[in-house]
């Protein structure tokens, strides 16, 4: 599903646009200052705009790194380290947590990057190098599926509702769902939100 936000798309009904334009427009609950965990007298648009700054200079050397990628480069240190993680951080998600092994659930491992904090049932974030697909399995054939799928199966066998999976240029929210034949996730443009001059209202509702 489309929406008026060029770097933002609904799929699988994951959510109604009309929510997106209540957030947009704050109308939403839960987009109070207090719910951000500022003061009530605190300016969200200043606070997004300081986090458009930031997020647009790193950005800028994430982009560059990818410009010089070679052919069956993943890039996987750099958009972590250099672009994923500081993103998140400007975010407010400020324990983005490595995984030192993939995840176990009944016998089945699931090698997630990442988790939103630093206890060990923080929401998944499975984080790629900017070459390699959310949609398709690695030529090694491990892991046994495309990205995006080893998410959303891991979401649904475990008690997590939600997960993040991105390669830097696209990031989805996943949630735990057992529609699996149907994909059903937000998904999020980040070259165009930051590409050129930038789309800083899309910026403001991711």
């Known amino acids: ?62 982009e560059r790194r990818v410009g010089q990628l070679k052919d069956g480069e993943s890039g996987t240190t750099f958009t972590r380290n250099q672009w994923m993680v500081p993103l998140f951080r ?13 995840s176990e659930v009944d016998g089945v491992t699931y090698a997630i990057s990442h988790r939103a904090g630093s206890e060990s049932d923080s929401p998944p974030i499975h984080i790629l190098g900017a070459g390699q697909s959310l949609d398709k399995r690695s030529e090694s054939g491990r892991p046994r599926l495309a990205p995006h799928s080893l998410l959303q199966e891991y979401l649904n066998r475990t008690e997590h509702v939600w997960g993040v999976v991105t390669n830097g240029l696209t990031l989805r929210l996943l949630r735990n769902s057992q529609l699996i034949r149907r994909h059903a996730y937000l998904e999020v443009d980040l070259r165009t939100i930051f590409a050129g001059e930038g789309r800083f209202p899309d910026f403001a509702l991711l």
């Not at 648009?45 to 458009?52: E, F, R, V």
């Not at 400007?90 to 993939?102: M, P, R, S």
């Open 1 to 62: 599903m489309a929406t008026k936000y060029p770097s933002i798309r609904v799929e699988g009904g994951f959510l109604a646009a009309d929510v997106l334009d209540s957030i947009a427009d704050g109308s939403a609950s839960g987009q109070a200052p207090r719910d951000f965990g500022f003061p009530d007298k605190t300016s969200l648009l200043d606070q997004i705009s300081a986090a458009w700054s930031d997020a647009r200079s790193y950005w800028s050397a994430f």
């Open 90 to 102: 400007v975010f407010g998600f400020e324990h983005i947590t490595l995984q030192e092994k993939a």
